[in-house]
C-alpha cells in the first residue's frame, strides 16, 4: 500500500506560480512510476505529468508542456509538480498517483491516489 498526500495547491493570480508537492508513506517512492492528474469542475480528469521509478523519463500533457515541470526526491518520498505562467484553465483539483510499473499517461493504470488539491487561477 501506498498512502499519498498533496500540499501546496492555493489561489493565484493569472502568471504565476504554484509547487505542488506529494508526500508518500508505505512502500518506498524509488519503486513507483509517479503521476500527476487534474480535474476541473463539470470535466473529466485528466493527464497533466508523469516521472519514471529513476527520474529520467518524464511525459507532459501538451497543454502543460514547456510550463509545468514534474521531479522527484526518492529520499524524502516526494514528487513535486512545479507550475509556471499559470493560466484560468489551469485551475482544477489537482491529484498524484502511483503505481509499481512503468511510465504511462494512462489514468486507468495508476494503482493509488492522493486526495486531491485545489489550484485556482484567476483571471
Known amino acids: 500500500q501506498v498512502q499519498l498526500v498533496e500540499s501546496g495547491g492555493g489561489l493565484v493570480q493569472a502568471g504565476g506560480s504554484l509547487r505542488l508537492a506529494c508526500a508518500a508513506s508505505?512502500?518506498?517512492?524509488?519503486?513507483?512510476?509517479m503521476g500527476w492528474f487534474r480535474q476541473a469542475p463539470g470535466k473529466e480528469r485528466e493527464f497533466v505529468a508523469a516521472i519514471s521509478l529513476s527520474g529520467a523519463t518524464l511525459y507532459y500533457a501538451d497543454s502543460v508542456k514547456g510550463r509545468f515541470d514534474i521531479s522527484r526526491d526518492n529520499a524524502k518520498n516526494t514528487v513535486y509538480l512545479q507550475m509556471n505562467s499559470l493560466k484560468p484553465e489551469d485551475t482544477a483539483v489537482y491529484y498524484c498517483a502511483a503505481r509499481g510499473g512503468t511510465i504511462t499517461t494512462l489514468e486507468r493504470n495508476y494503482d493509488y491516489w492522493g486526495q486531491g488539491a485545489q489550484v485556482t487561477v484567476s483571471s
Open positions: 508505505g512502500r518506498t517512492l524509488s519503486r513507483q512510476t
